[in-house]
Structures are given as structure tokens and as C-alpha cells.
């Protein structure tokens, strides 16, 4: 069935620091795929998302691009803040199945 | 405001004793679901709806009901909890599958003992 892994942390940077969190998927068609970012005490809330291969999906500095030959979708951020710590879900979707799946969840603390 | 609503947000309950956790959404949405997030494990799906009166088990689905009697609500349903239901809820929906996101409610904290 349809997978997400994600890379485990915790994951500790610097404010300013470059962000990568990993992300792979194993489909059986072609889905979309998503992030969602969790802060404290709160629900999960989409982040950004890309429904087709070369797609890349952006929002609060945060990018990631959907590969469908290394089947990736990887989270990247050119400067983090202290303001980003939270938990990042990769996940993904398709039409044909009735649920999304998602990675284990990659906590980021930022220090100021 | 479109918004999903899950009560209570947090709960301590003795083993056996049922209860409902009620989630509610205001935006039309077909399709709802419930999460269970445990640590290390991300977030498994225990049952969904893609419409009133239509749902079916996700992962997990052992030990919880739900029903659809309506389109906004969708409640999570314990009869007898156990211990190992102790974790973090969270009701999800959306207008359908597929490309769309999932709005998440706030969850709930369910400990067992």
C-alpha cells in the first residue's frame, strides 16, 4: 500500500539556518503530496501542497518540489526562525484511496 | 469562520466507560475523518465518511464507532476504553479526496487508566 517516509528527528538549527526535512513516498498511482506543520498545543495545518510531477509547492518561505523520478518531496527552507518550531507531516494523497498517509512527523526546534 | 471543532479537548477516563468525542465542521464538506497521533507512529487513520450515512474503518478501527448522521457532525464513539487508547484524536475534513488538504480540528487528549 501506499507510504510516506519522512526523516526522524528531533532537528535542532540556529535561527537563520537552512532547513531540509526529507521526504519519500511509495504510490501505486499518482498522488499528491503535502506537508502540514503542527505547533504546540494545536491541530495539524496544511503548509503547502503538489498534485503532479515537476509541481513544487510554497508558502512562508517554505518550498518543495514533487519528484516524481526519486519519488520525493522534500521540505526546504533558506532561513529558518524561531517562529517555525513545530512538527512538519509529510503526506500524501490519491483520489482512489480514501485516506492520506503520513510520515512519522520531523519535530524542529529553531534557538534563537 | 470555516473552522472543525473537537470536545472535549481533553479527558481522563477510567477503563470501560463509554464515551463520545464530537467533531463538528461548518463548511460543507463531504468527506471527515479520525486520527489517532502517537509518537513515532505519525498520525493512522481510524474511521471516515465520504457522506452521510457512508463510513468505513481506516487502519485502527478497533475498539471505536462512529456514525454520520449528518453532514457537519461526525462523532468518535469508545464504547469500553481501554488503556491503549490512550492518545491524541484529531477529526479531519475536506470536500473530497485526493488533491484536496484536510482541515484539522484542534484534537483532543484522551488519557485512559
Same mark, same amino acid.
Request: with cysteine; hydrophobic share 30%; glycine share 8%.
Given at each position: 500500500?501506499?507510504?510516506?517516509?519522512?526523516?526522524?528527528?528531533?532537528?535542532?538549527?540556529?535561527?537563520?539556518?537552512?532547513?531540509?526535512?526529507?521526504?519519500?513516498?511509495?504510490?501505486?498511482?499518482?498522488?499528491?503530496?503535502?506537508?502540514?506543520?503542527?505547533?504546540?498545543?494545536?491541530?495539524?495545518?496544511?503548509?503547502?501542497?503538489?498534485?503532479?510531477?515537476?509541481?513544487?509547492?510554497?508558502?512562508?518561505?517554505?518550498?518543495?518540489?514533487?519528484?516524481?523520478?526519486?519519488?520525493?518531496?522534500?521540505?526546504?527552507?533558506?532561513?529558518?526562525?524561531?517562529?517555525?518550531?513545530?512538527?512538519?507531516?509529510?503526506?500524501?494523497?490519491?483520489?482512489?484511496?480514501n485516506?492520506?498517509?503520513?510520515?512519522?512527523?520531523?519535530?524542529?526546534?529553531?534557538?534563537? | 469562520? /470555516?473552522? $472543525?471543532?473537537?470536545?472535549?479537548?481533553?479527558?481522563? !477516563? $477510567?477503563?470501560?466507560?463509554?464515551?463520545?468525542? !464530537?467533531?463538528?465542521?461548518?463548511?460543507?464538506?463531504e468527506y471527515m475523518?479520525?486520527?489517532?497521533?502517537?509518537?513515532?507512529?505519525?498520525?493512522?487513520?481510524?474511521?471516515y465518511s465520504m457522506n452521510v450515512e457512508v463510513t468505513d474503518?481506516?487502519?485502527? @478501527?478497533?475498539?471505536?464507532?462512529v456514525s454520520r448522521?449528518?453532514k457537519?457532525?461526525? @462523532?468518535?464513539?469508545?464504547?469500553? @476504553?481501554? @488503556?491503549?487508547? !490512550?492518545?491524541?484524536?484529531?477529526? /479531519?475534513?475536506?470536500?473530497?479526496?485526493?488533491?484536496?488538504?484536510?482541515?484539522?480540528?484542534?484534537?483532543?487528549?484522551?488519557? $485512559?487508566?
Amino acid at each position: 500500500g501506499d507510504s510516506v517516509t519522512q526523516m526522524e528527528g528531533p532537528v535542532t538549527l540556529s535561527e537563520e539556518a537552512f532547513l531540509t526535512i526529507n521526504c519519500t513516498y511509495t504510490a501505486t498511482g499518482y498522488p499528491s503530496l503535502f506537508w502540514y506543520v503542527q505547533y504546540p498545543g494545536e491541530g495539524l495545518q496544511l503548509l503547502l501542497k503538489a498534485t503532479k510531477a515537476d509541481d513544487k509547492g510554497s508558502n512562508k518561505g517554505f518550498e518543495a518540489t514533487y519528484r516524481k523520478e526519486t519519488t520525493s518531496f522534500h521540505l526546504e527552507k533558506g532561513s529558518v526562525q524561531v517562529s517555525d518550531s513545530a512538527v512538519y507531516f509529510c503526506a500524501l494523497s490519491e483520489a482512489d484511496n480514501n485516506d492520506m498517509r503520513f510520515g512519522a512527523g520531523t519535530r524542529l526546534t529553531v534557538k534563537p | 469562520e /470555516a473552522q $472543525v471543532t473537537q470536545n472535549p479537548r481533553y479527558l481522563i !477516563t $477510567v477503563t470501560g466507560k463509554k464515551l463520545t468525542v !464530537t467533531c463538528s465542521q461548518n463548511m460543507n464538506h463531504e468527506y471527515m475523518s479520525w486520527y489517532r497521533q502517537d509518537p513515532g507512529l505519525g498520525l493512522r487513520q481510524i474511521y471516515y465518511s465520504m457522506n452521510v450515512e457512508v463510513t468505513d474503518k481506516g487502519d485502527v @478501527p478497533e475498539g471505536y464507532k462512529v456514525s454520520r448522521k449528518e453532514k457537519r457532525n461526525f @462523532p468518535l464513539i469508545l464504547e469500553s @476504553p481501554s @488503556p491503549n487508547q !490512550t492518545s491524541l484524536y484529531f477529526c /479531519a475534513s475536506s470536500p473530497d479526496m485526493g488533491m484536496y488538504e484536510q482541515y484539522f480540528g484542534p484534537g483532543t487528549r484522551l488519557t $485512559v487508566t
